[in-house]
Every structure is written in C-alpha cells, then in structure tokens.
C-alpha cells in the first residue's frame, strides 16, 4: 500500500489550500481515509476523515466548519479542502488508510494501518 500526499505550501492566514492523497495498492473504496497533523512538540493529532463511501465525514473541533475531506474514489484519491487558514494550523499533514474494508472512519490514529510521507503546510499571519 502507498499513499502520496501532495499540495501542501505556503499560505496566508485566510487562505486556502488544497492537499491530495493518492493511493494505491488496496481496494480504495472499500477503505476509510484520515487526514493527520503534526507539529514539533506535540503528538500528532486527528484532522479528518471520511468512510469508505463518502457519506459519512468527521472532524476536529479546530477544524470543523473550515476544513472538508472528500474523496474520488474513481481516481483512489482523497482530498482535505482546507479554508481560512489559521497559523496555528501550520503543519505536517499526513494522510493515512484503514484496511478494515466497509469500516466505520476512525479518528485515532492507532486505528490506521498506512500513512503517506506527509506534505507540510505553513500559514503566515
């Protein structure tokens, strides 16, 4: 399994950015994809996910309301729309899958099997 994140980069507070995660080597809609962040001193936390269908989404309460998760399963890629961008929200992001096909979308990250090499993002005030 391998998961290549992308479209991280340099943003300003307000901004916008999309990241992308694309994978293969698993049956991709039958799997839950995650988003995570991690930033130097702190454990790495929940962003987002999404079930294996798309129908059913969650979030972190630091994000909810700015950031949406959504994927394409014909193209084996999920995406982590991210609107008004925050600095505190300046990180590594990375995505990961759940091999448990039909799951339910989990938001701990001991609940992921594979993770992608992460893509960083940074929000300038």
């Known amino acids: 399994v391998q998961l290549q994140a992308s479209g991280g980069g340099l943003a300003q507070a307000g901004g916008s950015l999309r990241l992308s995660c694309a994978a293969s080597?698993?049956?991709?809609?039958?799997?839950?994809m995650g988003w995570f962040r991690h930033t130097p001193g702190k454990e790495r936390e929940f962003v987002a996910a999404?079930?294996?269908?798309?129908?059913?989404?969650y979030y972190a309460d630091s994000v909810k309301g700015r950031f949406t998760i959504s994927r394409e399963n014909s193209k084996n890629t999920v995406y982590l729309h991210m609107n008004a961008l925050k600095p505190e929200d300046t990180a590594v992001y990375y995505c990961?899958?759940?091999?448990?096909?039909?799951?339910?979308?989990?938001?701990?990250?001991?609940?992921?099997?594979?993770w992608g090499q992460g893509t960083l993002v940074t929000v300038s005030s």
């Open positions: 080597g698993l049956y991709f809609s039958r799997n839950a």
């Open positions: 999404i079930n294996w269908s798309g129908d059913r989404t």
């Open positions: 990961a899958t759940d091999t448990i096909e039909f799951g339910r979308a989990p938001m701990s990250l001991n609940e992921y099997d594979y």
